[in-house]
């Protein structure tokens, strides 16, 4: 068999593509070709990666479809638990596919889209919409709080569309825009913070930065509760760090602790019991002086947290 164009390797192509290249149906059946969906293939030369297959289902699909929903919110991340596994899209026209990894979803209106790395996908007010019903709601202000980390969208972006739209899932994304912030540095820290305030602790500032006496910088820290002087702090890398590292961030909360601050330290397995983490941050409050009522950890609580994100 003659080499194969260099216009059709390293991405997938239709069935048109590989005609107008040369290649004839019968040599799109040699064992040099993987067909991925119904007229569309891939060079067989390694693994196909999920990029591929939403470029694939692209091609399979509708002309103006984008990928949306679960399948849009890989493409942003973060990594989520309990993806269908599905490639989600969405179009304005009347399409079914029988291919039953791909899901088509029909839209009444247009779709805003963007090309991230080539691919047409939904932007990402619309992707956190869509995503309301499919996701945890720890799952859902994590999404949020990335996509404005990552400078995605901003948290105006995300408010303006959701009072804006009437979409299925809006008002469970109108509810989590109350819990996001513009500072999350990473999912864990989300998942911890929430734990808090959904139990009935107060907001926490999010990397806030401790000064000393003279103004120096002691320190950037997770979550801060300035009027109680205590500092929680998810460190999931404890044990992967260099000795010298451990020192570092030991000393470093020694000092906070010498200036007044109760720190308490978060590591991954400690995730696995989220009640105690409450009830240490919440001791660790009175001590600094709230008052009122212990934390309610609700059955709906238990349930939020009790899964992986």
């Given at each position: 068999?003659?080499?194969?164009?260099?216009?059709?390797q390293?991405?997938?192509?239709?069935?048109?593509?590989?005609r107008?290249?040369?290649?004839?149906d019968?040599?799109?059946?040699?064992s040099r070709?993987?067909?991925?969906?119904?007229?569309v293939y891939?060079?067989?030369?390694?693994?196909?990666?999920r990029?591929?297959?939403?470029?694939?289902?692209?091609?399979a699909?509708?002309?103006?479809a984008?990928?949306?929903?679960r399948s849009?919110?890989?493409?942003y991340?973060?990594?989520?638990s309990?993806?269908?596994?599905q490639i989600?899209?969405?179009?304005?026209r009347?399409a079914?596919?029988?291919?039953?990894?791909i899901?088509?979803?029909?839209?009444k209106?247009a779709i805003g889209?963007?090309?991230?790395?080539?691919l047409?996908?939904?932007s990402?007010?619309r992707?956190?919409?869509d995503c309301?019903?499919?996701?945890t709601f720890?799952?859902?202000v994590?999404?949020g709080?990335?996509?404005?980390?990552?400078?995605l969208?901003?948290?105006d972006?995300?408010?303006?569309?959701c009072?804006d739209r009437h979409?299925d899932?809006v008002v469970?994304a109108?509810?989590a825009m109350?819990f996001?912030?513009a500072?999350?540095?990473?999912?864990?820290?989300?998942?911890?913070?929430l734990m808090?305030?959904?139990a009935g602790l107060?907001?926490?500032?999010?990397n806030?930065v401790?000064?000393d006496?003279?103004g120096?910088?002691?320190?950037?820290?997770?979550l801060?509760?300035?009027r109680y002087?205590?500092?929680?702090?998810?460190?999931?890398?404890?044990?992967?760090?260099?000795?010298?590292?451990?020192r570092?961030?030991?000393?470093?909360r020694e000092h906070?602790?010498?200036?007044g601050?109760?720190?308490?330290?978060?590591?991954?397995t400690?995730l696995a019991?989220p009640?105690?983490?409450?009830h240490?941050?919440?001791d660790?409050?009175v001590?600094?002086?709230?008052q009122?009522r212990?934390?309610w950890?609700?059955p709906a609580w238990h349930a939020?947290?009790?899964?992986?994100?």
């Amino acid at each position: 068999m003659a080499d194969i164009p260099s216009s059709l390797q390293g991405r997938p192509f239709t069935v048109a593509e590989a005609r107008a290249a040369g290649l004839t149906d019968r040599q799109l059946g040699h064992s040099r070709f993987r067909r991925l969906f119904r007229g569309v293939y891939v060079v067989s030369d390694g693994e196909v990666d999920r990029g591929q297959w939403l470029a694939a289902a692209l091609l399979a699909g509708p002309q103006d479809a984008a990928i949306s929903h679960r399948s849009a919110q890989a493409v942003y991340g973060p990594e989520l638990s309990g993806d269908d596994e599905q490639i989600h899209l969405s179009t304005r026209r009347n399409a079914v596919t029988r291919d039953r990894r791909i899901r088509v979803h029909r839209r009444k209106h247009a779709i805003g889209a963007r090309e991230v790395d080539g691919l047409r996908v939904t932007s990402p007010p619309r992707t956190f919409v869509d995503c309301a019903l499919a996701l945890t709601f720890v799952q859902l202000v994590v999404f949020g709080d990335w996509l404005i980390q990552r400078k995605l969208a901003t948290f105006d972006e995300l408010l303006a569309y959701c009072h804006d739209r009437h979409l299925d899932g809006v008002v469970k994304a109108r509810e989590a825009m109350r819990f996001l912030v513009a500072d999350a540095r990473s999912p864990m820290e989300t998942v911890v913070r929430l734990m808090l305030v959904r139990a009935g602790l107060p907001h926490p500032a999010v990397n806030s930065v401790i000064r000393d006496a003279a103004g120096g910088r002691v320190a950037c820290v997770d979550l801060a509760f300035w009027r109680y002087r205590v500092v929680v702090e998810y460190d999931g890398r404890w044990h992967e760090r260099v000795a010298d590292q451990r020192r570092w961030d030991r000393d470093r909360r020694e000092h906070l602790e010498r200036l007044g601050w109760r720190v308490i330290v978060l590591h991954d397995t400690d995730l696995a019991r989220p009640a105690l983490i409450v009830h240490r941050v919440h001791d660790a409050l009175v001590r600094g002086g709230l008052q009122g009522r212990r934390p309610w950890l609700s059955p709906a609580w238990h349930a939020e947290f009790a899964a992986r994100i």
